[in-house]
């Protein structure tokens, strides 16, 4: 006699637990989704408080941008008296060479 022939288990032969338990609450899962939740908020707290400083230093720096255009257009009107402040002065504004530096300087 020949033995029947055994059918090659498949995947939808695997057993699994999926329905056995009631999904509808599960303490651990919503203390997981809590945790998740407040990590996810700190997180964008932490990049808000980054971006607030990145504006911050961008406004800053469009004041100093004002405050030396107001400074060289009251020098080309003929003010000696800011020409002689800017040669009294300390070191040049950020990013900006003093004059006579060689050519045009920026830093990064």
């Given at each position: ?17 999926a329905?056995?338990?009631d ?23 932490q ?12 406004d ?42 060689g ?6």
């Open positions: 006699m020949s033995t029947p022939r055994v059918s090659p288990r498949g995947l939808q032969d695997v057993r699994t637990l329905g056995s338990v999904q509808t609450f599960l303490p651990h899962r919503t203390f997981l989704r809590i945790a998740c939740l407040e990590m996810e908020k700190f997180r964008r707290t990049e808000r408080a980054s971006a607030v400083r990145r504006v911050a230093s961008i800053r720096r469009f004041g100093e941008i004002d405050a030396e255009k107001g400074r060289l257009l009251r020098t080309m009107k003929g003010d000696k008296t800011e020409i002689a402040r800017k040669e009294s002065s300390g070191p040049a504004p950020h990013g900006i060479a003093p004059a006579g530096a050519g045009v300087k920026f830093r990064y």
